[in-house]
């Protein structure tokens, strides 16, 4: 992929998308751009070359999308509208909804693959949750963690986390609270593995 990087800038216009999120590929091949009625899929190869629809039938916005970044999952990418996300399949230029994942009660602020396990995906929310999902089996989490109760360190702000990383060295989940940052790793996934401080500034985002 590094042999595709140059200097020059391509500016592509989509007036109608009013996207409000956009992810590319971990091939380097294809952007989604997400808009209420429809996803945009955009060939990064030939941009100029017009771009594919999925439709989409729902009143909420698309919050947060990302593809799946491992090579054998490139095809996949999950967006969240509201209290859900869909899992949505990309191959031979056509889309669809493979699945959908509920489990959330209120807005789902953030969504992240994880880095060494392709099946994994993790979704944080306003309901103060942090779900993770085996998407081999999306009838409900195989993990459940709560900013609300004893397992995790005391917080400043319990009405929200709005973000939510899987670290790229490791299988942790780093999750985002105003100070300090759990860490929570697969041995005891119910007890934060340690504790980063940060700024009790409330933390809107974190990538790893």
């Given amino acids: 992929m590094a042999a595709r990087w140059s200097s020059e800038n391509v500016v592509v216009e989509f007036r109608d998308s009013q996207a409000t999120a956009m992810s590319v590929d971990c091939l380097g091949q294809h952007a989604v751009l997400s808009g209420r009625r429809f996803l945009y899929i955009v060939n990064l190869d030939a941009p100029f070359e017009g771009h594919r629809k999925i439709s989409r039938q729902s009143k909420w916005d698309i919050g947060a999308v990302q593809w799946n970044p491992h090579d054998s999952f490139a095809h996949y990418f999950a967006a969240s509208s509201n209290q859900r996300v869909d899992l949505y399949k990309w191959k031979d230029g056509s889309g669809e909804v493979g699945t959908t994942l509920q489990g959330h009660t209120r807005v789902i602020s953030d969504l992240d693959w994880a ?72 041995v005891k996934m119910k007890v934060p593995h340690c504790k980063v401080l940060a700024s009790c500034c409330c933390l809107t985002l974190i990538s790893a």
């Avoid at 994994?120 to 989490?141: G, Q």
């Avoid at 917080?155 to 060295?169: A, E, N």
Wanted: aromatic fraction near 12%.
């Fill in 115 to 186: 880095v060494f396990e392709p099946d994994l995906l993790v979704t944080s929310s306003v309901d103060t949750y942090i779900y993770i999902w085996d998407i081999k089996d999306t009838r409900k989490p195989t993990v459940a963690l709560s900013a609300v109760g004893k397992s995790v360190y005391p917080l400043v702000c319990l009405h929200c986390i709005p973000s939510c990383s899987f670290l790229p060295i490791s299988s942790y989940t780093l999750t985002t609270h105003p100070c300090p940052v759990p860490l929570y790793g697969r």
